[in-house]
């Protein structure tokens, strides 16, 4: 039954995107259809006057903007998976931001390569026991795509692909300029919102439909509400240095310490600050600034190999095995859910 409905969400992938890319540009055309004109009267103006509402109009652009950015980003840019990967200079060199690293170009590698990767690394190799590949640390497997994901987190049906390395910071900063977006359109549209409801009243000076614009004030509301719960979510995930599945892992893992009278710490977690900085890849060569940037940015690292903080080589060599063969088993435990 599982494997009919992974086939399915893969399959309405597609529909879903033009369902989510229609409501979002409807709320768009209420917003400048009837929000703008009736908050910003043009020819009641004074020239400051006329001067803000210009700037105000470049922000609202520029949000639109970002949001469609960053959706488009999610879309098409590939999470990085265990036959294809992203150049692992990409973050390195500051000449290729505008060819290939900025357009995260897959290259495929061989499983070969892959090995001799993570043999330096480690010294061990894991096999996923369902694509039967080399399974890099954080990799899982979806079961919608049927391959293994680097730093997977989870299967979106909205952008028909998975939430994963190289495309998770465009899919939370989608989330976070439209959540923010519906906030203002509701904000600045409840009046005309409650215009639109007075049906006694035929004064309506706007091509814009009445039933539309009330529907896309709930649009609004119900889409700011939903995914705004999801952000949230994702930024805790951020600042403790999780996914959504180490989270469901790291909790069993902090249980089994507890009875063992011990302390689990999170090998990714380096403090809410530097994770923070880690996600985003805020450096030198990418200020702080940059997060506000409709631009491609790679993330930290090639999505096969990641740091570990501090407080985790502090711990004896034998306590760091134990935490390394806890994240194998949660790892094959995944593999053999759909079995």
């Known amino acids: 039954m599982s494997k009919v409905v992974d086939k399915a969400v893969d399959k309405a992938g597609p529909l879903f995107i033009a369902i989510g890319v229609f409501l979002i540009d409807l709320c768009v055309l209420a917003f400048y259809g009837v929000v703008f004109p009736y908050s910003h009267a043009w020819s009641d103006a004074s020239f400051f006057g006329k001067l803000w509402i210009a700037l105000v109009l470049t922000f609202t652009l520029y949000m639109v903007y970002c949001i469609h950015f960053h959706y488009y980003m999610a879309i098409k840019t590939p999470p990085g998976s265990t036959t294809t990967t992203t150049p692992s200079n990409s973050s390195s060199n500051p000449s290729t931001i505008d060819s290939s690293t900025s357009n995260h170009q897959e290259h495929e590698v061989s499983g070969r390569e892959m090995l001799l990767d993570m043999e330096e690394e480690s010294g061990t190799v894991k096999l996923c026991k369902k694509c039967h590949l080399p399974k890099p640390e954080r990799a899982h497997h979806c ?50 919102f409650i215009i639109s409801m007075d049906v006694v009243n035929s004064d309506w000076p706007y091509y814009f439909p009445r039933p539309l614009m009330a529907f896309c004030i709930i649009l609004a509301i119900c889409m700011g509400l939903a995914i705004g719960g999801l952000c949230g979510w994702h930024y805790f995930l951020i600042l403790t240095g999780q996914t959504t599945v180490e989270y469901y892992n790291n909790d069993y893992d902090k249980r089994q310490c507890k009875r063992q009278g011990e302390v689990f710490i999170n090998m990714y977690d380096f403090g809410v600050k530097q994770n923070f900085y880690y996600f985003f890849n805020i ?57």
Request: hydrophobic share 35%.
């Open 143 to 192: 079961s919608v795509c049927n391959k293994c994901i680097m730093r997977f987190d989870h299967h979106c049906p909205w952008i028909h692909n998975c939430v994963g390395h190289f495309n998770h910071r465009y899919f939370v900063l989608f989330m976070t300029y439209l959540v923010f977006s519906a906030a203002y359109f509701v904000y600045f549209g409840w009046r005309p």
């Open 283 to 339: 450096c030198e060569r990418f200020p702080w600034y940059t997060v506000l940037y409709p631009i491609p940015i790679p993330p930290r690292g090639n999505g096969r190999v990641f740091e570990k903080c501090e407080a985790f080589y502090l711990l004896p060599r034998s306590r760091q095995n134990e935490y390394m063969q806890m994240q194998n088993e949660s790892q094959e435990i995944d593999d053999m859910k759909d079995f």
